[in-house]
């Protein structure tokens, strides 16, 4: 079965600060990767996703994220943080079928200091 | 266009009653997701429906939760007998096709007191 793993509960950043969040994914194929942002009280709004191709995929809001087969790791990243980038980040995993949804890892939780 | 709707946005009810939560896609999205959002366990994949169809209800909780969509439209997560343990946030998701990038709704947060 496939899993997500985010390694960091918290993470605290200063404003400004560049950031990187961490995904490590575990699938027998090519995976299709997500990085969704969810604030407080609000749905999941799509950052960004990994089909195929370019391995280096650009999203809203200025975040990238890297896909690297060899350590199943789709890391997330931003050179500069704004305090309106708190919030909860959750990466996804999907099957090529869909017919099983996506699995989520269990989210970091950013905060920016001023 | 809007987004994906979903109705009631908070729900408090007592244990042992049944309750209904609504959800409305995109329109023209014919790929629906329902997921469950709690402390203990995270984002959960509940059920799937391709049109009217859901071809796996495994990842329903209990037997307790079933859900239906009609006119490939509006779908409906509905659980009897409600339980404390089912206190979550119910998110419902759309797409245009299956394996596309999914629309999440604000979610409805069910309380069971």
């Known amino acids: 079965a496939q899993s997500v793993t985010q390694p960091d509960i918290h993470i605290t950043v200063s404003e400004g600060a560049s950031l990187e969040l961490r995904c490590n994914y575990s699938?027998?194929?090519?995976?299709?990767l997500f990085w969704y942002v969810q604030s407080p009280g609000q749905g999941l709004q799509l950052l960004l996703k990994y089909f195929s191709g370019d391995t280096l995929v650009q999203g809203i809001k200025g975040f990238e994220a890297e896909f690297k087969r060899s350590q199943s790791s789709f890391n997330l990243r931003k050179p500069s943080v704004h305090w309106s980038d708190a919030a909860e980040y959750f990466c996804?995993?999907?099957?090529?079928?869909?017919?099983?949804?996506?699995?989520f890892g269990k989210g970091t939780h950013l905060i920016i200091q001023p | 266009g809007a987004g994906v709707s979903q109705s009631p946005s908070n729900k408090v009810t007592e244990k042992g009653k049944d309750v209904e939560l609504r959800c409305d896609p995109i329109?023209?999205?014919?790929?629906l997701y329902w997921y469950r959002q709690s402390l203990g366990q995270g984002l959960e994949f509940l059920i799937y429906f391709q049109g009217n169809s859901a071809p796996d209800k495994s990842g329903l909780p209990s037997d307790r939760f079933s859900a239906e969509r009609t006119g490939g439209s509006v779908s409906t997560l509905t659980i009897q007998r409600t339980q404390q343990e089912d206190s979550a946030v119910y998110l419902c998701a759309s797409s245009l096709i299956a394996k596309n990038i999914q629309y999440f709704g604000a979610g409805t947060r069910l309380s069971v007191l």
């Open positions: 699938y027998g194929a090519t995976p299709y």
């Open positions: 329109s023209g999205h014919t790929a």
């Open positions: 996804a995993v999907a099957s090529g079928g869909g017919a099983d949804g996506l699995t």
